[in-house]
Nanobody
Framework: QVQLVESGGGLVRPGGSLRLSCAASGSIFSFNVMGWYRQAPGKQRELVAT???????NYADSVKGRFTISRDNAKNTVYLQMNSLKPEDTAVYYCNHVQAGYTRWGQGTQVTVSS
């Protein structure tokens, strides 16, 4: 099994930046996809960004140009650099790991954008 540990959430003012990290441990295959999803109160969980072990990345339109996803395969860690944050980015952010048809989720980390 794969375990995911997230860190880096918090409170930030509009226009500010935060960096989320998610470390995967356990039985990691060489090909996998890691990503970030978020869920705001009263809303469904939505895709933020994903990145394959090959480096191919995918972003939601709402975060393109502001967020950057990256990964360190040697550390099995994925990062989400979030810049120019807006109040509408407020949500619980969940790390996601997919390999061989299995999906794992992290426990979630709160990101609050407020003045």
């Amino acid at each position: 099994q794969v375990q995911l540990v997230e860190s880096g959430g918090g409170l930030v003012r509009p226009g500010g930046s935060l960096r989320l990290s998610c470390a995967a441990s356990g039985s990691i295959f060489s090909f996998n996809v890691m990503g970030w999803y978020r869920q705001a109160p009263g809303k469904q969980r939505e895709l933020v960004a994903t990145i394959a072990s090959s480096g191919n990345a995918n972003y939601a339109d709402s975060v393109k140009g502001r967020f950057t996803i990256s990964r360190d395969n040697a550390k099995n860690t994925v990062y989400l650099q979030m810049n120019s944050l807006k109040p509408e980015d407020t949500a619980v952010y969940y790390c996601n790991h997919v390999q061989a048809g299995y999906t794992r989720w992290g426990q979630g980390t709160q990101v609050t954008v407020s003045s």
